[in-house]
């Protein structure tokens, strides 16, 4: 079970900056930043469907941080996951690499949809206003899959937020660093991109993590363990009969553990 759930988040990363970050890498000119931002999203909404039920396809080392911080996951579990996911991410911006390489006039030396800020980035944003935005994008993302789950499986709909979560976070913080929201992503690409993209990368590997657990401070607050899974519902019940201790039959009370 452990070799099928650290299997699903080594492949699950590896596709996702495979795909995702590829499209930076060798389609840029072609489809802009919307193109990009769908690409993310629709790859991890793909992924989500296809790896959730294994391993609750994180693919994010700051997503698994918010569900380790509330506790539906073991430390030993989120190890497991982190070492998975940067692997995931290494190889998979290696086998990008080797791609690129292929096409004529496809630069890769210092960018390689890498993350940056500064004269690396689009709009020039300084360091203090990467890191702002790089926790304020991660909080979107973590606290949307961290309210669509129970546990740490995706069922329903879930994957279809957490996928357009990415994407609108990728519409807004290309221009700005690129967008990172994943240490997982970032890191890979920059090892074969080398020289500031190196010597920024902590600020992507930081500014998520912080992010995530920002995340998780808001949803225990938002989404309490023993609250009521439907708290407008709850509120919206009608007061008990008197003498009975039930509500009206024809309004019926919801609500129950989350």
């Not at 989500?48 to 569900?67: D, E, K, M």
């Not at 709009?123 to 979107?140: D, Y």
């Not at 949307?144 to 329903?156: E, I, W």
């Not at 009608?238 to 003498?243: D, I, K, V």
Request: hydrophobic share 55%; aromatic share 8%; proline share 5%.
């Amino acid at each position: 079970m452990k070799t099928r759930t650290a299997a699903s988040e080594f492949l699950g990363t590896l596709l996702l900056v495979l795909f995702a970050v590829g499209s930076v890498v060798l389609a840029a000119d072609y489809i802009g930043v919307v193109g990009i931002a769908l690409t993310f999203g629709f790859t991890l909404l793909a992924l989500v469907y296809a790896l959730g039920p294994v391993s609750g396809c994180h693919l994010n080392p700051a997503v698994t941080l918010g569900l380790l911080l509330e506790r539906r996951i073991t430390i030993h579990t989120a190890i497991e996951y982190w070492i998975a996911q940067l692997v995931g991410g290494i190889v998979g911006a290696a086998i990008l690499f080797l791609i690129a390489k292929q096409v004529p006039g496809i630069k890769t030396d210092g960018t390689f949809g890498s993350n940056g800020y500064a004269e690396r980035s689009a709009v020039h944003i300084n360091t203090g206003g990467a890191f702002l935005a790089e926790v304020v994008l991660t909080f979107l993302l973590v606290f949307v899959v961290l309210a669509v789950t129970h546990r740490v499986a995706v069922v329903g709909f879930g994957g279809l937020a957490i996928g357009l979560a990415l994407a609108v976070d990728h519409l807004i913080g290309v221009p700005l660093t690129g967008t990172s929201v994943n240490p997982a992503r970032s890191i890979g690409p920059a090892l074969f991109a080398g020289g500031a993209a190196l010597s920024q990368l902590w600020l992507f590997i930081i500014a998520p993590l912080v992010g995530g657990a920002l995340a998780s401070y808001a949803h225990r607050v938002t989404h309490p363990p023993h609250g009521v899974a439907m708290l407008a519902d709850e509120l919206a019940a009608p007061e008990p009969l008197a003498g009975t201790g039930e509500g009206r039959p024809d309004r019926p009370h919801y609500g129950g553990p989350a």
